[in-house]
């Protein structure tokens, strides 16, 4: 009987072999579900963004101007606004998530002239904010001058290339797809397409 027994159970190499195999499996796997994790907390990240420009021109419908960056609590700070290096977005007075998919809390640059007064007709961007891709070539133009500027850190939960370094006046923000050194998500609105909305709104 012993000898049976013996011979039906796993010997401590067989054991180390077969727990080496499953180690080598479950690593193959992780790489590709964390791959298709990001991409979907990506895919989230984008549709928020959309969210977020939507309920600008919802904000700006109903009051002629763009909120100010949030003074605490995701309140936006009354007109005029004052503009750092990083501004907060006022996610509560939006009625939006404070933070992205990665749990960061979105950042948002309007333009001053866009924030502080009633816009009108005649309104022109005075910030100077300019969005440009990683080689630093200029995504907008004089046909897409920037009003505001929204954007996440992404899952480094840092800003990165030209988001880290963009200045409180006449800043150059980065925008793009994600590279080695970059995975911010960056969106902004354009004067005549916030224009546009309010004209057609009636609003002008």
């Not at 012993?2 to 159970?9: D, M, V």
């Not at 904000?59 to 949030?70: G, Q």
């Not at 907060?88 to 933070?99: F, H, I, K, N, V």
């Not at 924030?115 to 200029?138: N, R």
Request: hydrophobic share 45%; charged share 20%; proline share 7%.
């Amino acid at each position: 009987m012993k000898n049976i027994a013996r011979g039906r159970g796993f010997s401590l190499i067989e054991l180390a072999l077969v727990l080496a195999i499953l180690g080598l499996l479950s690593s193959a796997l992780v790489a590709p579900l964390a791959a298709r994790i990001e991409a979907s907390q990506r895919r989230e990240a984008d549709a928020m963004l959309d969210d977020i420009a939507n309920a600008l021109v919802g904000f700006a419908l109903l009051h002629r101007r763009l909120p100010c960056p949030s003074a605490g609590e995701g309140l936006e700070q009354p007109p005029p606004c004052a503009f750092a290096a990083d501004n907060l977005l006022p996610w509560r007075t939006l009625g939006l998530p404070q933070s992205d998919p990665w749990g960061t809390p979105w950042r948002y640059r309007p333009d001053g002239n866009f924030s502080a007064a009633t816009i009108t007709l005649t309104t022109e961007p005075g910030s100077a904010i300019k969005v440009a891709d990683h080689a630093g070539t200029l995504l907008t133009t004089s046909h897409s001058r920037v009003v505001a500027i929204i954007y996440s850190f992404g899952p480094n939960r840092h800003a990165d290339g030209g988001n880290a370094s963009a200045a409180a006046s006449a800043p150059t923000f980065e925008g793009g797809e994600p590279a080695a050194t970059f995975d911010d998500r960056l969106r902004w609105l354009g004067h005549y397409t916030l224009v546009a909305r309010l004209a057609q709104s009636g609003r002008l």
